[in-house]
């Protein structure tokens, strides 16, 4: 534990110390500050051009606290978390259940409510997958159920038309799973949720509405605690994904009022493997177990088993313990960029101007069309596009060759794409190390992309 | 850059044999999962000779240059030397850029070399390719349409 806790202060007192001067954008020299503490920022890609990494949405780059945080954890204390007495065992347990209530204080909630997952993708399926076993339970008189998970012939589903492919096919297998309907809510020309069809779509037959927080297309906040209200209303179950939401903006889960929030590490300056499920303790209680097997046990017999409780419950196996550590380095990371850890105050900040800047930009040039919210005040940190005749893979392809990391395609929410009548868009998507010196740079290219093609 | 060569295009630009046509022998549908690219292709056949490849392709610069440079190399030849062209351009695509590709089979598609050093963008040059040996096999087979989703290295 003392190794541990060494260790991890090493890590987070090198990010930089930032004044918070009320939540202003980073100035140059505090945004080269961020900059120098991501190594992969100072590569050059393809003829030697300078790295412009604009696909944080898909996963953001690494600071150099989180990598030497996962170094540290297997040079000083590896073991199998939750297994064997001895020291080392006591020390990966002591700095799994750290990270559990750094991440848990991160988005304001109780470390016991608090659900590793591998990805944010495995959150929303856990969850898909607790409706089925209730169900089954029910219908074999197995086992108990919870009533809000029990799905009953006529019961609904509901997402929306801009959901990202992981909360949006996780409901369909569960609708295959148990004859429930899917419905859904569109979108609207300006690229917010159609809440005129609400009242319609949410009906007392509505089990589960399952939504995001922003659009990793659009960019568009969605109008969260109205949903939630309104999903309460008719007795259903409201989850978030809050990929896109809680690595860019102060996210406070339990005050948005929803009942279970998804959020992947990777986004997050964290590693890769390590995803979160946040929910509510009576909720996270009355679901089904997911995966099963070693430490979600409570006592075993050759009949029969029961369960410990959540967060345990959900987690399975021997977990990713060593990301579980660099995510606390990357939340400890993010929370420092503020003074007073006001950090995720400033990310939104700047990233909103660099959005403003990028919207700006993009609007002197009549051969783009953005697609989401015209003003950034309902916009998180993503402006999805598109490049008049010009497909997106070779938008991407030339911007590359300057050097300019993007995202082209459909960006795993097609039908979205199908809503707005095009194939494929390009996203630029921010982090907290960005520059409006790249934003220009992304402007600059989309000129070459149009000389090029024209 | 060497992906966007002038003869590619030029091909983009203004495809060869672009459009549907009757009569057909078989019909497939393809499509890129990763980005959405779809290619509608038709192969009529006299015999053992291709005698049109008609297609609709939606999707980038290249997969649109490589159908075009598709229909400009197979039509009017035999099925065997199809295939045999199909192969090399294959060949020459997933080659990550040890292949330039020999001028007397593939032509024009020489211009395509590349893309092979691209491997998010070798996908959408074989495309057509591959919509055109499904369609060779459908043809012999039944001529039903096809609706076929294929995979390949992935930007998803």
Redesign the interface.
């Known amino acids: 534990m003392r190794g541990y806790r060494a260790g991890m202060t090493l890590s987070s007192t090198s990010a930089p110390a930032l004044p918070a001067g009320g939540a202003q954008p980073f100035t140059d020299a505090e945004v080269a500050a961020v900059r120098a503490e991501f190594p992969i920022l100072a590569r050059t890609v393809r003829a030697g051009r300078p790295l412009v990494y604009l696909d944080s949405g898909a996963t953001s780059q690494k600071p150099r606290a989180v990598l030497d945080a996962e170094r540290a954890f297997y040079e000083r204390h590896n073991a199998a978390v939750h297994r064997g007495a001895h020291q080392l065992a006591e020390e990966a347990t002591d700095a799994y259940e750290a990270a559990r209530a750094a991440v848990a204080a991160f988005v304001g909630a109780a470390a016991d409510e608090l659900v590793f997952t591998k990805n944010a993708t495995e959150g929303l399926n856990l969850v898909a997958h607790a409706f089925s076993s209730a169900t089954a339970y029910r219908r074999l008189g197995t086992a108990e159920a919870d009533d809000r998970f029990v799905l009953r012939p006529g019961d609904e589903v509901v997402v929306t038309e801009m959901e990202h492919h992981a909360n949006l096919v996780p409901w369909q297998e569960l609708c295959r799973r148990t004859g429930a309907t899917l419905r859904w809510l569109g979108v609207t020309d300006d690229g917010h949720l159609d809440l005129a069809d609400l009242d319609r779509v949410l009906t007392p037959r509505t089990r589960v509405l399952a939504v995001t927080h922003v659009s990793n297309v659009l960019g568009t906040i969605t109008p969260v605690a109205e949903l939630a209200a309104a999903a309460h209303r008719v007795g259903a179950l409201l989850v978030l994904d809050a990929c896109q939401s809680v690595p860019h903006l102060p996210v406070h889960l339990p005050g948005l009022g929803v009942d279970l929030a998804a959020f992947s590490g990777h986004k997050m300056l964290g590693p890769s493997g390590v995803g979160l499920l946040w929910g509510r303790a009576e909720v996270l209680d009355a679901m089904p177990a997911f995966l099963t097997g070693g430490s979600m046990i409570e006592t075993v017999r050759m009949e029969g088993s029961t369960y410990a409780p959540a967060p345990q419950k959900f987690e399975a196996g021997v977990p990713m313990a060593a990301q579980a550590v660099g995510l606390h380095a990357a939340v400890d990371h993010l929370s420092a960029l503020g003074e007073g850890g006001t950090g995720m105050a400033r990310v939104e900040a700047h990233e909103r101007a660099l959005v403003a800047r990028l919207l700006a930009g993009l609007a002197e040039l009549p051969w783009v069309r953005v697609l989401g919210p015209a003003g950034t005040a309902e916009r998180g940190a993503v402006v999805s596009f598109v490049v008049e005749d010009v497909h997106a893979h070779d938008v991407g392809q030339v911007l590359d060759d300057d050097g300019i990391a993007v995202r082209v395609g459909h960006h795993c929410a097609w039908p979205l794409h199908r809503r707005f009548g095009v194939a494929a868009t390009t996203r630029v998507s921010f982090g907290p190390y960005n520059t409006t010196g790249e934003v220009d740079a992304v402007l600059a290219g989309l000129h070459r992309v149009r000389a090029v093609f024209a | 850059?060497d992906?966007?060569a002038e003869l590619i295009?030029e091909h983009a630009k203004r495809p060869q044999g672009a459009g549907l046509r009757e009569p057909f022998d078989a019909e497939v549908h393809h499509v890129n999962p990763?980005?959405?690219?779809?290619v509608t292709l038709r192969v009529d056949l006299d015999g053992d000779t291709v005698r049109d490849v008609s297609y609709d392709a939606?999707?980038?610069?290249?997969s649109r240059a490589s159908a075009s440079v598709l229909h400009g190399l197979v039509v009017g030849r035999e099925v065997p030397t199809g295939l045999a062209v199909q192969a090399a351009m294959r060949t020459m695509l997933t080659s990550r850029g040890t292949d330039a590709g020999d001028e007397d089979v593939l032509g024009d598609g020489i211009a395509l070399a590349g893309v092979s050093r691209?491997p998010a963008?070798v996908k959408?040059a074989l495309l057509p390719w591959m919509a055109f040996t499904d369609a060779l096999g459908r043809s012999a087979a039944s001529g039903t349409p096809s609706d076929v989703d294929y995979g390949g290295p992935t930007?998803?």
């Not at chain 2, 990763?34 to 779809?38: N, P």
């Not at chain 2, 939606?58 to 290249?62: A, E, K, Q």
């Open positions: 850059m992906l966007y295009l990763t980005c959405g690219d779809e939606l999707g980038c610069s290249i691209y963008r959408c930007i998803r």
